[in-house]
């Protein structure tokens, strides 16, 4: 009755299903302050600060200031820059740092909180009366997850801007990181939302703008976005040198993750058995790490935890996107390429539908196991075998309009315009799977898994738009 109506679950009752509801509220409160200041429309000021208070966070926590300051000078507004050397239109230097917040945990994340369970049912006299476990521990010290960046930045301009880019660098640490982790045991619940560890990133940027033509209703313009980021974690807390995560599924993986948040490593690092071949007998060969009486030449057909080493990493290298716009008379286009490059994915799916054993148990498998050298009967067994390249080439946009006017009675509309627009048009890549850009929640920040993840749609879009 504690409840109200807020958890039918809870109830005493025989029926099925169970019916179930729930309350949640929280709040976010923000103050925010700017201040900007320009002087000789050279030199430029920018102050800010945030006032954050959140519900989710503990008591003498909730609430965290947040600064930031950025300045930029206009270089080509000084005298010593007098005739646009080089052929120079505009000419900025740039630079920033501020203080960000994150109170992405869920409502009543810091408190002890109870759940009805049928283990625990009792009887009082004769009656059965369900009774409460504890489903979260609580932790009275969370508060807000805090981010630090600084950026350094050049923006520039060539022939009376025809040609306009940016170049950034930019350094990005995260601290107190929110966390669900394991507690010592034994304990009434295995997890808990905890302050842990410090994240840095670190990229580089670089934007280029450019006419192409322009020749009266010709034109065609084309951007180019180029980006570089290096992701490290630097501190997991405590004496914690990784965090496992990234469930592995399918038959005879429970237990099983594919991915270790590693200290000195960047988040998204596959960890497992490195995979060599397959042998005469039809066996799934690996490379042995730990000496030991089944090991053969560095070689086993059984790894075990301590042959698991770095296999792959989810993030790419680099990533490119290309965007032209283009006008002939009246018609207009613009398309839009997006590449990433140097990336990692687990294809789970694979592994799972791509084991002969399906066969010995009627399930459904992939055609590709009919070719493979490993017997029938062989396990699963996750490892470096399933973790592709997920570099790809992607079309991402293909738009195409006609404007025109329309005559007699419809003159009172200024133009018309109809167009065509396709999205996902096109995808180059050498992954197996149907896309490699993929994001499956399997555990804490796991990223590049692929689990029967549902093809990305290719959409067409046409329309009629009127400007009066």
């Given at each position: 009755?504690?409840?109200?109506?807020?958890?039918?679950?809870?109830?005493?009752?025989?029926?099925?299903?169970?019916?179930?509801?729930?309350?949640?509220?929280?709040?976010?409160?923000?103050?925010?302050?700017?201040?900007?200041?320009?002087?000789?429309?050279?030199?430029?000021?920018?102050?800010?600060?945030?006032?954050?208070?959140?519900?989710?966070?503990?008591?003498?926590?909730?609430?965290?200031?947040?600064?930031?300051?950025?300045?930029?000078?206009?270089?080509?507004?000084?005298?010593?820059?007098?005739?646009?050397?080089?052929g120079?239109?505009?000419?900025?230097?740039?630079?920033?740092w501020?203080?960000?917040?994150?109170?992405?945990?869920?409502?009543?994340?810091?408190?002890?909180?109870?759940?009805?369970?049928?283990?625990?049912?009792?009887?009082?006299?004769?009656?059965?009366?369900?009774?409460?476990?504890?489903?979260?521990?609580?932790?009275?010290?969370?508060?807000?997850?805090t981010?630090?960046?600084?950026?350094?930045?050049?923006?520039?301009?060539?022939?009376?801007?025809?040609?306009?880019?940016?170049?950034?660098?930019?350094?990005?640490?995260?601290?107190?990181?929110?966390?669900?982790?394991?507690?010592?045991?034994?304990?009434?619940?295995?997890?808990?939302?905890?302050?842990?560890?410090?994240?840095?990133?670190?990229?580089?940027?670089?934007?280029?703008?450019?006419?192409?033509?322009?020749?009266?209703?010709?034109?065609?313009?084309?951007?180019?976005?180029?980006?570089?980021?290096?992701?490290?974690?630097?501190?997991?807390?405590?004496?914690?040198?990784?965090?496992?995560?990234?469930?592995?599924?399918?038959?005879?993986?429970?237990?099983?993750?594919?991915?270790?948040?590693?200290v000195?490593?960047?988040?998204?690092?596959?960890?497992?058995?490195?995979?060599?071949?397959?042998?005469?007998?039809?066996?799934?060969?690996?490379?042995?790490?730990?000496?030991?009486?089944?090991?053969v030449?560095?070689?086993?057909?059984?790894?075990?935890?301590?042959?698991d080493?770095?296999?792959?990493?989810?993030?790419?290298?680099?990533?490119l996107?290309?965007?032209?716009?283009?006008?002939?008379?009246?018609f207009?286009?613009?398309?839009?390429?997006?590449?990433?490059?140097?990336?990692d994915?687990f294809?789970?799916?694979?592994?799972?539908?791509?084991?002969?054993?399906?066969?010995?148990?009627?399930?459904n498998?992939?055609?590709?196991?009919?070719?493979?050298?490993?017997?029938?009967?062989?396990?699963?067994?996750?490892?470096?075998?399933?973790?592709?390249?997920?570099?790809?080439?992607?079309?991402?946009n293909?738009?195409?309009?006609?404007?025109?006017?329309?005559?007699?009675?419809?003159?009172?509309?200024?133009?018309t315009?109809?167009?065509?627009?396709?999205d996902?048009?096109?995808?180059?890549?050498?992954?197996?799977?149907y896309?490699?850009?993929?994001?499956v929640?399997?555990?804490?920040?796991?990223?590049?898994?692929d689990?029967?993840?549902?093809?990305?749609?290719?959409t067409?879009?046409?329309?009629?738009?009127?400007?009066?």
């Open positions: 009755d504690a409840f109200s109506y807020n958890n039918l679950g809870a109830g005493t009752q025989t029926n099925s299903p169970v019916p179930f509801s729930y309350f949640v509220d929280s709040k976010l409160v923000s103050f925010f302050s700017r201040a900007n200041y320009g002087f000789a429309n050279k030199y430029f000021l920018t102050g800010v600060v945030r006032y954050d208070g959140s519900s989710r966070l503990a008591e003498g926590n909730k609430w965290s200031v947040f600064p930031a300051l950025s300045a930029s000078w206009r270089l080509t507004e000084e005298g010593f820059m007098a005739g646009k050397p080089f120079l239109s505009q000419l900025s230097l740039r630079a920033g501020g203080l960000q917040g994150n109170q992405a945990v869920r409502p009543y994340g810091t408190q002890l909180l109870l759940r009805a369970s049928n283990a625990a049912r009792y009887p009082f006299g004769s009656a059965i009366t369900t009774g409460l476990l504890a489903s979260q521990v609580a932790n009275p010290d969370l508060k807000w997850e981010s630090e960046q600084v950026n350094v930045g050049i923006d520039y301009g060539f022939k009376d801007d025809r040609i306009t880019g940016a170049i950034e660098f930019y350094q990005k640490t995260t601290k107190d990181l929110l966390l669900e982790v394991s507690v010592p045991q034994p304990a009434v619940v295995a997890t808990r939302l905890e302050n842990i560890g410090s994240l840095r990133n670190r990229g580089f940027e670089a934007t280029i703008d450019a006419v192409l033509i322009s020749e009266g209703s010709k034109t065609l313009s084309a951007a180019l976005v180029g980006s570089v980021e290096r992701n490290e974690v630097k501190s997991l807390g405590g004496d914690r040198t990784f965090i496992a995560t990234g469930g592995v599924s399918g038959q005879g993986q429970s237990g099983r993750l594919a991915q270790r948040i590693i000195g490593e960047p988040i998204g690092t596959f960890f497992g058995p490195v995979f060599l071949k397959v042998d005469a007998q039809g066996k799934q060969v690996f490379r042995c790490i730990k000496a030991r009486p089944e090991c030449g560095g070689e086993t057909t059984t790894p075990i935890s301590d042959d080493q770095i296999i792959g990493k989810a993030n790419p290298d680099f990533t996107g290309l965007t032209n716009n283009g006008r002939w008379g009246k207009d286009a613009s398309w839009f390429w997006r590449a990433e490059v140097g990336r994915v294809n789970n799916t694979a592994l799972v539908y791509s084991t002969k054993s399906n066969a010995l148990q009627g399930r498998f992939l055609a590709s196991a009919l070719d493979d050298a490993t017997k029938i009967g062989e396990p699963a067994i996750y490892s470096s075998r399933w973790i592709e390249s997920g570099s790809f080439l992607r079309l991402q293909v738009t195409v309009g006609y404007t025109f006017d329309l005559p007699g009675r419809f003159s009172a509309i200024r133009s315009r109809v167009f065509l627009s396709g996902n048009l096109l995808l180059f890549t050498g992954y197996t799977g896309d490699p850009e993929v994001f929640g399997a555990g804490l920040a796991s990223r590049g898994i689990y029967l993840t549902y093809p990305r749609a290719r067409f879009t046409t329309g009629v738009r009127f400007q009066f």
